[in-house]
């Protein structure tokens, strides 16, 4: 039984999980350590698992259009110590159902010096549940909704980024 299945256009960096699968999670360390520029995660996923995506380098990770994501893991997007593992977007622009994200959002740079996570993108009007502070190293610019940024701003622990928090176009 195939745990996922995708295409990959190395020569471009892209990872696309196929759409129309039944993928419904990526499981723990599913792409732990990987090199992709872009990976695109299909509508029909409800969780990322457990350090799925730690220690890549990813620059955007995107969610199809319809996400039905609602749960991010612990350590799911958490660089560690990779030099020049940055992720630089997490477009989750389309995941509306959003729930919890319990994973920690930074990297670091070829230098060795700890990076904030330059852009998240968040669809979700109803801020997500935070199990901790998931940008220790800081934020650039958080996107939400328009008619929510004063939610996001008031919400637990996003009031920490709230100069940070600005509308979804």
């Known amino acids: ?11 471009h960096g892209y990872l696309q999980l196929c759409q129309n699968s039944s993928l419904s999670s990526i499981g ?6 990987t090199h992709f520029a872009t990976i695109e995660i299909p509508s029909e996923v409800t969780e990322i698992g457990w350090y799925a995506f730690s220690s890549a380098y990813i620059k955007v990770i995107s969610f199809e259009e319809g996400s039905k994501l609602t749960t991010i893991a612990d350590g799911a ?3 560690g110590t990779l030099q020049g593992a940055m992720i630089e977007t997490i477009d989750l622009s389309y995941c509306e159902n959003l729930q919890s994200i319990n994973s920690t ?11 904030s996570l330059p852009t998240l993108k968040i669809g979700t009007k109803t ?5 901790k502070e998931i940008f220790p190293h800081g934020i650039n610019d958080i996107y939400v909704p328009s008619e929510s940024i004063e939610v996001y701003k008031s919400a637990n622990i996003w009031s920490n980024h709230k100069d940070k928090i600005k509308a979804l176009n």
Do not use: C, D, I, Q
């Open 127 to 131: 801020p997500p549940t935070l199990s």
């Open 28 to 33: 723990k360390t599913a792409f732990r350590g």
């Open 1 to 11: 039984k195939k745990k996922y299945t995708y295409t990959t256009n190395l020569s």
């Open 77 to 79: 997007f958490e660089m």
């Open 105 to 115: 959002f930074y990297g670091m740079n070829n230098y060795g010096s700890w990076v």
